[in-house]
């Protein structure tokens, strides 16, 4: 079996190597994308935001527990960029902790900024299109929050969920990072500790401010250690869910999915194109103009982008 058949097959091998070689800019990965993207589009896709050490992770763990067991398959990508390995590692030792059973319907990968050529938008979109051809109907995607990630989760997701603590100076930095404007969800976590119903006052507060019509965003007080509200989170995002469909907004959201998907691709092969025509000897001599001073950084710019063009 290759691995484009043993993707479509959901073979978790397959799944792994089709996702490092996107991660490595590989051009079977690229081919793979061809062969299976008219697979995709059916998973609903959820997007986990928020400060570090929010719980993240133990709800994410959670989640795809509670999906698993109402018979669910559940992707999950853990995006970390400040380190390859260890997001993904804790969350997988979370989702064991919590139900081994259920392992075997729910895949986890982490993702980091290293290997990720071309960059962690781009590999974080096509890891999420693998997945969703594998045939993994919720794919949870974790990222930490708005401002201290390269990776903007409500451009990869349908549903963002914005998860925030008590006592973690959250409320305050949230306004900052803007990461009110794109929360589908607030989840107050640790909602075992003090200060839970304060949280979700302020964040309520603040969100009676907007002018948003339509889809008014439920703040939910969780504890996703002690399990408590879990089935909350889930009725919330069905909920947002089917308000997206009802009022024809999934179909928008898709047509923006799309137009980004080729976007990141473009963006790449632009940036290896230009990075290409920096190294050709001709430019050299342009470069040391740059370095004298006897040219600057915008006119050789001009000049390399022109020359692309007309090449290309
Ligand atoms: N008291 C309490 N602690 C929690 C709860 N959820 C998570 N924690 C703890 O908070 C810490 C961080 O949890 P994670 O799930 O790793 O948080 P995260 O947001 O994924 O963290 P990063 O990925 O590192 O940003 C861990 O020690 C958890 O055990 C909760 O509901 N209540
Ligand atoms: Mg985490």
Not at 30 to 39: F, K, P, T
Not at 44 to 68: E, F, H, M, N, Q
Not at 246 to 258: E, F, I, N, T, Y
Request: with cysteine; aromatic share 4%; charged share 20%.
């Amino acid at each position: 079996m290759d691995v484009t058949q043993g993707v479509l097959a959901g073979d978790t091998r397959a799944i792994a190597r089709a996702i490092t070689w996107v991660e490595n800019g590989d051009s079977r990965g690229a081919e793979l994308i061809r062969c299976v993207y008219g697979s995709t589009g059916r998973a609903y896709i959820v997007g986990l935001t928020g400060s570090p050490g929010a719980g993240k992770s133990t709800l994410v763990a959670r989640l795809a527990g509670l999906l698993a067991a109402k018979g669910h398959k559940v992707g999950i990508l853990a995006v970390d960029p400040s380190s390859p390995f260890s997001g993904g590692a804790i969350l997988g030792d979370r989702v064991r902790m919590f139900d081994v059973a259920l392992a075997r319907n729910v895949y986890i990968r982490s993702m980091g900024t290293r290997g990720a050529t071309g960059g962690l938008n781009r590999t974080t979109r096509l890891a999420v299109r693998i997945l969703d051809a594998a045939g993994f109907d919720w794919i949870l995607v974790e990222t930490v929050g708005a401002g201290q990630s390269e990776v903007d989760v409500h451009d990869v997701a349908y549903t963002t969920v914005v998860v925030m603590a008590p006592g973690m100076g959250d409320d305050i930095q949230a306004m900052k990072a803007g990461i009110m404007e794109i929360g589908d969800l607030f989840v107050i976590n640790k909602a075992d500790r003090e200060g839970a119903d304060r949280a979700a006052t302020q964040i309520e507060s603040i969100l009676q401010l907007s002018m948003a019509t339509g889809w008014h965003p439920p703040v939910l007080k969780v504890s996703a250690e002690q399990n408590t509200g879990v089935d909350r989170v889930i009725e919330a995002i069905e909920q947002h869910r089917s308000y997206l469909v009802q009022s024809g907004q999934l179909d928008v959201l898709k047509v923006r999915m799309a137009k980004l998907d080729v976007l990141e691709i473009l963006k790449a092969r632009l940036v290896d194109m230009t990075k290409t025509q920096l190294d050709r000897p001709a430019v050299q001599a342009e470069l040391n103009k740059v370095v004298n001073r006897q040219s600057d950084p915008y006119t050789l710019a001009d000049s390399i982008f022109e020359q692309s063009w007309r090449k290309t």
